[in-house]
Nanobody
Framework: QVQLVESGGGSVQAGGSLRLVCAAS??????????MGWFRQAPGKEREGVAA???????RYVDSVKGRFTISRDNPKNTLYLQMNSLKPEDTAMYYC?????????????????WGQGTQVTVSS
């Protein structure tokens, strides 16, 4: 049973930084063969794709985080990261990681079939 566990969320002031971590376990296949993504959902809003990295390292970002957020993965550790710098109040949301085996998954939530429980990020002005 695939499990994705996020950590690293918290409360910071605008301009601050956080690093989110997603640890994967119970994978049927080698972690490196999964496309991985970070999503976020603010109260009353749709879930939004933030960043994605596929199995060959192709990166995608939503325009609002380009230049501020960096997605990366450590395949031997089955771990996904999201480094978030220059945080803004509008980045406040629950952040989720997601996985999809053997695909070039991007920023659409419908492309993913495994999800974590989320970690809260709150940015105050």
């Amino acid at each position: 049973q695939v499990q994705l566990v996020e950590s690293g969320g918290g409360s910071v002031q605008a301009g601050g930084s956080l690093r989110l971590v997603c640890a994967a376990s119970g994978l049927t296949y080698t972690y490196s063969w999964y496309s991985m993504g970070w999503f976020r959902q603010a109260p009353g809003k749709e879930r939004e794709g933030v960043a994605a990295i596929n199995r060959v390292g192709r990166l995608r970002y939503v325009d609002s985080v380009k230049g501020r957020f960096t997605i990366s993965r450590d395949n031997p550790k089955n771990t996904l990261y999201l480094q978030m710098n220059s945080l803004k109040p509008e980045d406040t949301a629950m952040y989720y990681c997601a996985a999809k085996y053997y695909s070039d998954a991007g920023l659409a939530s419908s492309e993913y079939n495994y999800w974590g429980q989320g970690t809260q990020v709150t940015v105050s002005s």
